[in-house]
C-alpha cells in the first residue's frame, strides 16, 4: 500500500482528485482513479480496515466495476456465489425460495463476501498506483472552495501526532459515511428517517457445519424475526432485532447469542462468536451530491436498510459514475456540466433500491400475526406454480440501473441510458473474452456487421474508435468482436437499433437503428487515447 506519513513525503501540491474516506466506495474510487493516471491522495482517519463485516453480500453489476480495475477475479477467490435464498415461518418452514436470475453481466448474479476480506484485496490494488497516495490517521477537518477557484483547500489533521497540513485537489470526493463531516461542513441536509428498531448483528467461525447451513434465510418469525446468512472463509452471520424490553447489552453477550441461535438446532459446538454488535436501520438521501467542486459518495449521500444488501454496492456504483467523468473533465475531454449529470443518474437508482429494501423488510419484520399468516399461505400457494416465485423475488429484488436523464444523446431510443450487457465474445485474436475487456473503458462505437456505419461521420472525426458485432460463427477480424455466446445481437434487435455510442462505462450514450443517423457526440466533446474507467485485465 502506497502510504504517506503526516510529515513530509508527499508534495502538498495540488492533486487531481482527493478521496475522503477509506472503504469499499472510496478505494474503490482510488483504484478507478489510479487507473486512470490521475494524481489522487486518499485521507483516512483509522490505521487499519475496519474489523466488523457489515456488508455481506454484492451483485454482478458490481463485480463487473472490480473488473474495470483488474481485481473481480480476485475477489471472487473469496466469495460464495449462487446460494439459494429461503423466506421461513416460525417453525422454519419455506413460503418462498428463489435465486436470483443472471441479468447479463458476466458474473454471478449474487455473491455473499466478508467485507474485512474484500476491502483487503482492494487496498492492495492501490499499492498498484504510484499516483496514489494514502494519508491514514489523518482526518479532514476543513474544505474550502471559493467561487472563482480552481480547487478545494483541505486541512488535514494526523491523528497520530496532531500535525496539521494543507492540500489541494481540484476535485473531492467525500465517501466517509453516513455520519460524514465533510456533508456537515457543506451545511448539506440529510433527509429521511431512523426505524425504532434497532438489530443486533453477530459475526462468528462455523466449526462445525449443519445442513442448509449455505443457504441465505430470512427468518420471518412475528415474534423475533431474524436474518441467518452464510459468508465465505468459514464465517456465518446473523442479524435480529432489539425488541421493547431487551437489555441491548445483554442480547450481544455469548450466552444470548448462543441461546437465540439455538432456537434453530445450532449449538455452541458448531460456532464461535467473533463479535456482535447493535445497528440502527435508516433511509436517508442528502439533499444534495454535489456543492461545488465536491462530491458526496457512498453512505454520506445515501443510507438504505439491509434486506437486499445493496448499501454498499449503491457506494461502489456511485464511484464507477462519477470517477470516468472527473477523469473526462481533467483531461479536458469534456466540459465540467457533464459533472452535474452524477446526481441526475444515481439518485433516482438508489432511490428505487432504497424503495424496493424497505419492501422486502416489511416482508420480513411483519409482527401481526394474522397478516403474517395470510402472507405465508398466500406466497407458498404460489409455490407449486412453475417459475412463479422465482420471477416475483427477481423482478423485486434488485432493479436494474439505468437513466432515464442524464448524460445521454437525444433522441432517446429504447437503447439511451442502459448498460450493455457483458457476455464472453470472441476477440480479434481469436481468444475467448468478456466483453468490457475488449471495450476497455473508453467511448467507442459498437455496430452490427463491416463496414463501419456512414452514420458515425461525426464520431469518427472526432477520434472515436469503432468494433463491429459479427454473429457467431464469423471469424475474428480485426476491430470486431464475434457474438459467440449469442446474447449482444439479440440484445440490440430487442431494442430496435444497430449502432451505439457506449460511454467508458459501457452506458449506451446514443444510438440509431438502420439507417437512421447517430446523434452527434456531446458539445465540448474532445476524446484521448487513454481508457477512462481504470485499468481492466
Avoid at 461521420?457 to 470486431?480: I, K, T
Wanted: charged share 25%; aromatic share 6%.
Amino acid at each position: 500500500m502506497s502510504e504517506v506519513s503526516a510529515r513530509g513525503g508527499a508534495d502538498d501540491g495540488a492533486y487531481d482528485v482527493a478521496v475522503i474516506g477509506y472503504g469499499p466506495t472510496g478505494v474503490t474510487a482510488a483504484n478507478l482513479l489510479g487507473g486512470m493516471g490521475l494524481r489522487v491522495v486518499v485521507v483516512e482517519r483509522d490505521a487499519e480496515i475496519y474489523s466488523r463485516a457489515r456488508a455481506i453480500s454484492t451483485d454482478e453489476e458490481v463485480i463487473r466495476i472490480w473488473q474495470r480495475i483488474g481485481l473481480a477475479e480476485r475477489l471472487k477467490l473469496d466469495m460464495l456465489a449462487e446460494r439459494p435464498l429461503d423466506f421461513v415461518d416460525a417453525q422454519g418452514r419455506t413460503f418462498l425460495s428463489a435465486c436470483p436470475a443472471p441479468r447479463g453481466h458476466g458474473h454471478p448474479p449474487q455473491m455473499f463476501l466478508y467485507q474485512p476480506a474484500l476491502e483487503q484485496v482492494l487496498r492492495d490494488g492501490v499499492g498498484r498506483y504510484p499516483n496514489v497516495e494514502v494519508l491514514s490517521r489523518h482526518e479532514c477537518l476543513r474544505l474550502h472552495q471559493s467561487a472563482d477557484a480552481d480547487g478545494v483547500e483541505l486541512t488535514v489533521a494526523g491523528t497520530a501526532d496532531d500535525s496539521v497540513r494543507r492540500l489541494r485537489a481540484r476535485y473531492v470526493i467525500a465517501a466517509d459515511g453516513g455520519s460524514s463531516l465533510t456533508r456537515a461542513q457543506l451545511n448539506v441536509g440529510y433527509e429521511g428517517r431512523t426505524y425504532e428498531d434497532r438489530w443486533g448483528v453477530v459475526d462468528t467461525e462455523m466449526l462445525k457445519p449443519w445442513p442448509d447451513h449455505d443457504r441465505l434465510r430470512f427468518r420471518c418469525d412475528p415474534a423475533r424475526p431474524a436474518v441467518d446468512c452464510p459468508t465465505p472463509l468459514g464465517h456465518h452471520r446473523w442479524e435480529f432485532p432489539i425488541l421493547p424490553g431487551d437489555d441491548e447489552k445483554h442480547l450481544t453477550t455469548d450466552d444470548a447469542i448462543h441461546a437465540m441461535v439455538s432456537r434453530y438446532g445450532i449449538g455452541p459446538d458448531r460456532i464461535r462468536i467473533l463479535r456482535a454488535t447493535v445497528y440502527s436501520h435508516h433511509v436517508r438521501f442528502a439533499a444534495r451530491f454535489r456543492v461545488g467542486r465536491v462530491f458526496l459518495a457512498g453512505d454520506a449521500a445515501h443510507a438504505m436498510p439491509p434486506w437486499i444488501g445493496q448499501g454498499m454496492a449503491a457506494g461502489v456504483r456511485d464511484a464507477a459514475n462519477l470517477c470516468w467523468k472527473l477523469a473526462a473533465v481533467l483531461r479536458g475531454e469534456l466540459p465540467e456540466t457533464v459533472l452535474d449529470s452524477y446526481e441526475a443518474e444515481r439518485k433516482p437508482h438508489v432511490k428505487e433500491v432504497t424503495r424496493r429494501a424497505v419492501l422486502v423488510g416489511r416482508i420480513i419484520t411483519e409482527r401481526r400475526h394474522p397478516v403474517a399468516r395470510v402472507r405465508n399461505t398466500a406466497l407458498r400457494a404460489l409455490r407449486p406454480v412453475s417459475g412463479l416465485t422465482a420471477r416475483l423475488v427477481d423482478a423485486n429484488w434488485i432493479p436494474v440501473a439505468s437513466y432515464a436523464g442524464g448524460f445521454q444523446a437525444r433522441p432517446r431510443t429504447k437503447a439511451s441510458g442502459h448498460q450493455i450487457p457483458q457476455p464472453w465474445v470472441t476477440g480479434p485474436d481469436g481468444e475467448r473474452v468478456r466483453l468490457d475487456d475488449v471495450l476497455a473503458g473508453r467511448w467507442l462505437l459498437l455496430h452490427l456487421g463491416l463496414p463501419r456505419p456512414q452514420q458515425t461521420q461525426a464520431w469518427e472525426r472526432a477520434g472515436v474508435p469503432s468494433l463491429a458485432v459479427l454473429p457467431a460463427g464469423s471469424r475474428p477480424a480485426e476491430n470486431a468482436v464475434v457474438d459467440s455466446d449469442g446474447v449482444l445481437l439479440p440484445w440490440l434487435a430487442a431494442r430496435d437499433v444497430t449502432t451505439l455510442a457506449l460511454r467508458p462505462d459501457a452506458y449506451v450514450y446514443a444510438a440509431a437503428g438502420a439507417g437512421a443517423q447517430l446523434p452527434p457526440p456531446p458539445a465540448g466533446f474532445a476524446p484521448t487515447s487513454r481508457p477512462a474507467a481504470g485499468s481492466a485485465r
